[in-house]
Antibody, heavy 115, light 110 residues
Framework: EVQLVESGGGLVQPGGSLTLSCAAS????????MSWVRQAPGKGLEWVANIRQDGGEKYYVDSVRGRFTISRDNAKNSLYLQMDSLRAEDTAIYYCAKMPDFDYWGQGALVTVSS | QAGLTQPPSVSKGLRQTATLTCTGNSNNVGQQGAAWLQQHQGHPPKLLLY???NRPSGISERLSASRSGNTASLTITGLQPEDEADYYC???????????FGGGTKLTVL
């Protein structure tokens, strides 16, 4: 059974940093691209970033490029999202998702950016 | 980054057929087609159809997808109460080098 479990969410002040983790199991992690997708309260889905199987190719939505960094540790079957210079508009539930078609999702981690 | 365009809401009666649309351009829907996801309140999204009309195991055959030009469509026949949810389309945009989502359609089953 495929499982994706996010952790690391919480309350952070504007300008602060936070790192999200996603533990993957039930599939061959090294064979798939992975993505982070977020959903602001009461809003729709927004793709944030994705990363190739070997970590050698990464893409970001414009609004986070230069502030967020996606990475993975294939030895630990884990995906990460390092978030720096956080803003109020980054407040959202952050989901990790298995690619290529978002076929599996975690339960999400809530990130709240507020003073 | 420009997303895909979906109608905010659609309402249909029980056992009727609903067709939800998703409009993009030649760099996304027109080129790649679209995947469709369903999200019930308080839950993560769930993939319904991918690569236009491929169905993951366990997804009802009442759901089907199609594409005409830059517009993708999701059709749900024999609407049931459990079909009431938010529906999102998504695809890769080759000009943006980014995944894009539609704004979502809230389907109400009357």
């Amino acid at each position: 059974e495929v499982q994706l479990v996010e952790s690391g969410g919480g309350l952070v002040q504007p300008g602060g940093s936070l790192t999200l983790s996603c533990a993957a199991s039930g599939f061959t992690f090294t064979s798939y691209w992975m993505s982070w997708v977020r959903q602001a309260p009461g809003k729709g889905l927004e793709w944030v970033a994705n990363i190739r199987q070997d970590g050698g190719e990464k893409y970001y939505v414009d609004s986070v490029r230069g502030r967020f960094t996606i990475s993975r540790d294939n030895a630990k079957n884990s995906l990460y999202l390092q978030m720096d210079s956080l803003r109020a508009e980054d407040t959202a539930i952050y989901y990790c998702a298995k690619m290529p078609d978002f076929d599996y999702w975690g339960q999400g981690a809530l990130v709240t950016v507020s003073s | 980054q420009a997303g895909l365009t979906q109608p905010p809401s659609v309402s249909k009666g029980l056992r009727q057929t609903a067709t939800l649309t998703c409009t993009g351009n030649s760099n996304n829907v027109g080129q790649q087609g679209a995947a469709w996801l369903q999200q019930h309140q308080g839950h993560p999204p769930k993939l319904l159809l991918y690569k236009n009309n491929n169905r993951p195991s366990g997804i009802s055959e009442r759901l089907s997808a199609s594409r005409s030009g830059n517009t993708a469509s999701l059709t749900i026949t024999g609407l049931q109460p459990e079909d009431e949810a938010d529906y999102y389309c998504s695809t890769w945009d080759s000009s943006l080098s980014a995944w894009v989502f539609g704004g979502g359609t809230k389907l109400t089953v009357l």
